[in-house]
């Protein structure tokens, strides 16, 4: 079973659904969505299979008159919320047939408590004799309809995944999935006794998280676990962290997954990746890859976690672009339809910027070529007023638009990119980071902190202040301190001079409040973290108590790696020939796991999947055993908790060419990191109650 073979899972799980929309309206939320729009052609294929409509899954939304039939696909538990939008649907509508799709088991609703769907019985659709709360849920939806003769059909399908490449797979329902924090600690501990408390995120088991992170929890094992029994895989895992551990565990220990280890034909090596043991790869902007600055600059594209928004009014004869405001609908990277695109799109995703930009021109030009179109060759530096050229000699010419509409798309999305105001700021944050990398090994943590004071006070002249300028937005700011605090153990001193680090971060709070306080517009992160949606409502003593918090959860980062015994740093100090380096987590794992000699690290931990592993660890204490190692098998599912970049893509696809190993390698990951969804994931989202829709 090959790695491309396993991203074509989610796929496969989709035809489930298209074989059951014809002539039926859809309802789907938002996780689902981008799921589709990834991996089976997005709503294009609801219609080609037979759909009359595609709704959002809101309840504002309803069913026309002549529409009795409804296909509702959803991510979460058909439970609380998203229970009350199915009646509310439902209720609005004439349906006489309504089918649901979630992607939480049957036995994870059965675990999450009482449902709120009532009623009692059974019903004829259920995916199986032992689902009573599908059954029940069904039983609703026919009083809901008004009619318990009509039909009703709940089934579990695994929608969460979404095919990027044949080497990357995203779960864009588990997007907010994050390892716990220092700072999670307090609420963790706040129910349990004085002596039972936990004193570090690694001492932390499942039992004790609150019910929603659980859930969560359990629905990303088993749709892990979904995945390997698609692919007929028997899995070891291996985890690298806490939160990694508890995963790994939960998909040992998962119903299914005995019988499937039993009876499976092929073998692989999963290993689990915690992101906050490497922050600094996911906010640096050293990157050199085109697709982490297109995701940066270019506005996502609404209700995605993922893809962006392409401008197409350079294919029309519109003069303005405001004219084509609403008017025009936006393309996107991700590209189904053509295996051309699809292929630049993949290569665009791991090579380095010089090479990407280089082949966006070269299929421009072969796609105008083949169009036999008057296109006028230039060498040299590609350049962004170059590309859209070439993308302008295709207006008019639909024929020609529709036969590459996805190079276009990728071209257009390559020059808004490259003549962004923004990427002065990103090369801004990159002189920047190197200075303080080059400081790291020679100062203490309070003289490192101390140099963004100037940078903090010359920003604060106004809002998002202008573009062009070398000054930094709030959030840009935010950015470059989780740089720092993930490296302060690799100072000089770390933590050990603590007043002196707090007189510092005091000053830094001062200067940021101030320049809180001075904006005119907050961006959707400083609402999150202020709590407010309008400067006029922010006081000085919010913005300052947000910002203490903020410091709370970035004294953590620092810490992170305190519990490894063998991967404890992520930077290599200069001497007088060579200059100081960031040195990235994972590609440290991956050197020790394709290691010929096969070393043992104690880092990357074997989770037990049962009695024989059990009985393997406890006689290698007296005799020699030869133990499971993330190497043994010819596939590797790289799992990675909070996301990856994809400079990480091109490192690890690297690491393993330069190793000549047989081995194949598929990420999957709960989304494709951009630095600014760093600060987001840090302080903004509910680590320990996400939304699981109850």
Known sequence: MSAESLAAFPGRVWERVLGKVKRAVVFMDDPCSESLHWSAGGAAALLEAGARNVKRFSSFESGAEDEPKAVFVVSTLLKGRTADVIKDIVSLSRFQYCVVFTAVPHYLHLSSGSGSTGGSGSGGGAESEGC????????????????????????????????LSPQLVLAPAFADLFPLLERDLEAVNEKRPEKRRFLSVADVDAAALPAPLQVQMKAFASALDALLEFSNTREESFAVGPMSRLLAAELAGHPQAKNRRKTAQNKASV?????????????????????????????????????????????????????????????????NQSATARLLWEMMLVAKQKEAVMEVRRQLVEAASKENLPIKMSMGRVTAEQLSSYVQLFRGSWEAVENHCGVLQLGLATAHTLRHPALAR???????????????????????????????????????????????????????????????????????????????????????????????????????????????????????????????????????????????????????????????????????????????????????GGLTDLLKTGFSMFMKVNRPHPSDHPLLILVLVGGVTPSELRLIRDVVSSHKVGTQVLVVSTRLLRPNDVPHLLFNTNRLSPDVGV
Not at 140 to 156: I, Q, R
Not at 283 to 311: A, C, F, M, R
Not at 556 to 574: C, N
Not at 595 to 603: A, F, G, I, K, T
């Open 132 to 163: 009573p709360l599908f059954e029940r849920f069904e039983e609703k939806l026919c009083e809901w309809m008004g009619d318990m003769n009509y039909t009703a059909e709940v089934t579990h399908a695994p929608l969460v995944f979404a095919r």
């Open 271 to 335: 290993v689990f990746i915690d992101r906050t043991l490497d922050l600094t790869g996911a906010v640096g902007h050293h990157g050199d890859n085109l697709v982490e600055k297109i995701l940066s600059v270019l506005p996502p594209l609404p209700g995605h976690v993922t893809d962006v928004q392409v401008d197409m009014w350079e294919l029309t004869h519109l003069r303005h672009k405001s004219d084509v405001q609403g008017v025009v609908a936006p393309g996107c990277l991700a590209q």
């Open 426 to 608: 990103w090369d801004a944050c990159l002189g920047f980071e190197r200075l303080l990398l080059q400081a790291l090994g020679n100062s203490g943590l309070p003289d490192v902190l101390r140099q963004l004071l100037p940078l903090i006070k010359s920003s604060s002249s106004g809002t998002v202040v202008d573009s062009g300028s070398g000054d930094l937005s709030v959030d840009e700011l935010l950015v470059l301190l989780v740089y720092v605090y993930s490296l302060a153990q690799e100072t000089k001193s770390g933590f050990q001079d603590e007043e002196q680090v707090e007189k510092v971060e005091g000053e830094l709070i001062g200067a940021l409040t101030l320049l809180l306080n001075r904006q005119t517009t907050l961006s959707p992160l400083l609402q999150d973290i202020t709590g407010v949606s309008s400067p006029e409502e922010l006081t000085t003593e919010r913005a300052h108590t947000a910002l203490e918090r903020v410091f709370e959860t970035l004294r953590g980062l620092g810490r992170a790696r305190d519990h490894l015994k063998q991967l404890r740093s992520v930077y290599s100090s200069g001497d007088g020939v060579h200059q100081a380096t960031y040195r990235p987590f994972l590609k440290q794992v991956l050197e020790e796991i394709f290691n010929p000699n096969r070393p043992e690290c104690p880092d990357i931990e074997h989770t037990s």
